[in-house]
């Protein structure tokens, strides 16, 4: 079992920049691929990006690429959305996602199996 725990979220203009981190609690988390999720009030949750075990392969939504990038630090246990650009439309709470089981590309919440609390991204215009 893992227990996730995000940061780094805030208040911005749009045109600037944050950078979530999740942090991830056991000794196996070289073991998971992990995700970044988000939903934004009366939405459903959305896929942002996912990682593999080792970082060597990554995925992002359409939305984001070319801004926002995934990456991971085994060392730290921790995975990280680099978020550039911002603009309105990311406003959400956004959410790290692992799983033992990931199967394509990660795109799709059922292929998680463990979530983190959310932190809040709000970006002004």
């Known amino acids: 079992q893992v227990q996730l725990v995000e940061s780094g979220g805030g208040l911005v203009q749009a045109g600037a920049s944050l950078r979530l981190s999740c942090a991830a609690s056991?000794?196996?988390?070289?073991?998971?691929?992990m995700g970044w999720f988000r939903q934004a009030p009366g939405k459903e949750r959305e896929f942002v990006a996912a990682?593999?075990?080792?970082?060597?392969?990554?995925y992002s939504a359409d939305s984001v690429k070319g801004r926002f990038t995934i990456s991971r630090d085994n060392a730290k246990n921790t995975v990280y959305l680099q978020m550039n650009s911002l603009k309105p439309e990311d406003t959400a709470v956004y959410y790290c996602?692992?799983?033992?089981?990931?199967?394509?590309?990660?795109?799709?919440?059922?292929?998680?199996?463990?979530w983190g609390q959310g932190t809040q991204v709000t970006v002004s215009s």
């Open positions: 990682i593999s075990w080792r970082g060597g392969r990554t």
């Open positions: 056991g000794r196996t988390f070289s073991s998971y691929a």
């Open positions: 996602a692992a799983t033992q089981r990931w199967v394509g590309t990660g795109t799709r919440p059922g292929e998680y199996d463990y």
